[in-house]
């Protein structure tokens, strides 16, 4: 199984209420992402792989082996942002995160094992990691298949 999606942007909105002032994400928070996540159940400690992007921090592939237990992340090594393409493949217990600048050709970011269950959530995130500024993430071409 695979979901695939193109990332157009991912911006932030700092809260100052009554007026929401649109600021572009990397110039307000760089521990934002927004990508694809497959999860073993929606508890906060639950196993899963996410593959995402960041706002200036470039790509990666982030995974939790066991519940409760440490994440693992493998970032591409640049400073890419959105809009950008990216992949999450489950094959078996196998994760493997994907980046593809076309979404055509495809290149992989990180891979993991787990024992997550076979019956899974399949879903988009978005986080900006601050709990006082909203963030935006605009998802096109969003596709799920088993091939």
């Known amino acids: 199984m695979h979901l695939t999606l193109f ?3 991912l911006r932030s909105q700092v809260m100052n ?3 929401l002032t649109s ?3 990397k ?3 760089t521990g934002a992402k927004a990508g694809v996540m497959i999860r073993e159940s929606l508890t906060d400690n639950s196993r899963y792989a996410m593959m995402e992007v960041t706002p200036g921090q470039g790509l990666a592939f982030q ?4 519940p409760a237990g ?11 942002t959105a809009p950008y393409w990216i992949k999450l493949v489950r094959s078996g217990k196998v994760f493997t995160g994907y980046k593809s600048i076309d ?19 399949i879903g988009l995130a978005v986080t900006s990691k601050n ?3 909203l963030c935006t993430a605009v998802f096109d071409s969003v596709s799920f298949g088993n091939n």
């Open 7 to 9: 990332i157009d942007s």
């Open 17 to 19: 209420p009554p007026l």
């Open 23 to 25: 600021i572009p994400f």
């Open 27 to 29: 110039i307000q928070n």
């Open 63 to 66: 995974f939790r082996l066991n």
């Open 70 to 80: 440490s994440t693992n992340r493998t970032t591409d090594g640049t400073t890419t």
């Open 103 to 121: 979404g055509v050709n495809w290149v992989q970011v990180g891979t993991g094992n787990s024992n997550m269950a076979n019956t899974v959530y």
């Open 131 to 133: 709990n006082s500024a």
